[in-house]
C-alpha cells in the first residue's frame, strides 16, 4: 500500500513507524528473523495496519465483490419511498451475474440484526457476502455490546464479507470499521445521496480514536 493510500486512511508516516516498532519482536541475539518469524511478523503488521485504518469511504455498488449475496433487507415503514433504489441495485448485481435471490428480511436495524444474519448465512452456506440494506435511521446492533466482535469473528471464519448500504444516513462509524474489517465496505443507493451530504443517526457511538 503506498504511502497516499496511507495518508488517505489516516496512517501517516510516523503512525506507521510507531506501529512498526510496537509490533517488531526483540531477538535475543545478532542475525535476521527467520523466514516463519519475519512471516508471522508481517501478518501481525498488516492486520495491525488494516485496525487502524480510519472508516473507508464509499463504493459503487456494482463494485461488490461476490458471487452469492445474502441480503439482509430493511422492511420497516421508513423503508417504503426506497423500494425502487433497492430493486435498482439489486438489478445491476444480478445483471453482473451475482446470485441475490437469498434474503433475510428485517424490521428496522435497532435490534436482532446480528441473529438474522447468523441464521441467513447458517440456511445459506454458499453465499460470500452479507448486504445490509438500511435507512440507518435507528442505528443497528451491529456494534452493540459484544456484537462486533462476535460478528467480525463469524464471518472471517466462513470468509464472508459485509457490506452496508443505506438509502439515507451514514452508517455509524464502528459499522463501516466492521464491514471494512471483514474485506467489505459501504454503499450509496440512490443516484441523489452525496457522501458529503450524509449525516448520521444519534443514535451513532462518538467515533473512536
Known amino acids: 500500500m503506498s504511502y497516499v493510500e496511507f495518508s488517505a486512511s489516516g496512517l501517516t508516516r510516523a503512525r506507521l513507524r510507531r506501529l512498526r516498532s510496537a509490533l517488531r519482536p526483540h531477538s535475543s541475539g545478532p542475525g535476521r528473523l527467520s523466514g516463519a518469524k519475519a512471516g508471522a511478523?508481517?501478518?501481525?503488521v498488516a492486520a495491525a495496519l488494516l485496525a487502524a485504518q480510519a472508516p473507508s469511504s464509499a463504493?459503487?455498488?456494482?463494485?461488490?465483490r461476490a458471487r452469492r449475496i445474502l441480503l439482509v433487507v430493511d422492511d420497516s415503514g421508513s423503508m417504503g419511498s426506497y423500494l425502487s433504489q433497492r430493486e435498482?441495485?439489486?438489478?445491476?448485481?444480478?445483471?453482473?451475474?451475482?446470485?441475490?435471490?437469498?434474503?433475510?428480511?428485517?424490521?428496522?436495524?435497532?435490534?436482532?440484526?446480528?441473529?438474522?444474519?447468523?441464521?441467513?448465512?447458517?440456511?445459506h452456506p454458499n453465499v460470500d457476502a452479507v448486504y445490509l440494506?438500511?435507512?440507518?435511521?435507528?442505528?443497528?446492533?451491529?456494534?452493540a455490546n459484544d456484537n462486533f466482535d462476535r460478528l467480525k469473528s463469524f464471518l472471517l471464519a466462513r470468509n464472508v464479507s459485509l457490506y452496508l448500504g443505506t438509502v439515507a444516513l451514514k452508517p455509524c462509524?464502528?459499522?463501516?470499521?466492521?464491514?471494512?474489517?471483514?474485506?467489505g465496505g459501504w454503499t450509496l443507493i440512490g443516484?441523489?445521496?452525496?457522501?458529503?451530504?450524509l449525516t448520521q443517526s444519534q443514535l451513532c457511538e462518538p467515533e473512536s480514536g
Open 59 to 64: 463504493i459503487d455498488p456494482t463494485d461488490i
Open 133 to 143: 440494506i438500511s435507512d440507518f435511521h435507528d442505528g443497528t446492533d451491529l456494534v
Open 173 to 183: 462509524p464502528d459499522q463501516i470499521r466492521l464491514a471494512d474489517l471483514t474485506g
Open 41 to 44: 511478523w508481517s501478518l501481525a
Open 88 to 123: 435498482d441495485v439489486l438489478d445491476q448485481l444480478a445483471k453482473r451475474g451475482v446470485d441475490v435471490g437469498n434474503k433475510v428480511a428485517i424490521s428496522g436495524s435497532a435490534s436482532g440484526v446480528r441473529e438474522k444474519i447468523t441464521a441467513g448465512l447458517a440456511a
Open 191 to 197: 443516484s441523489g445521496l452525496k457522501v458529503e451530504e
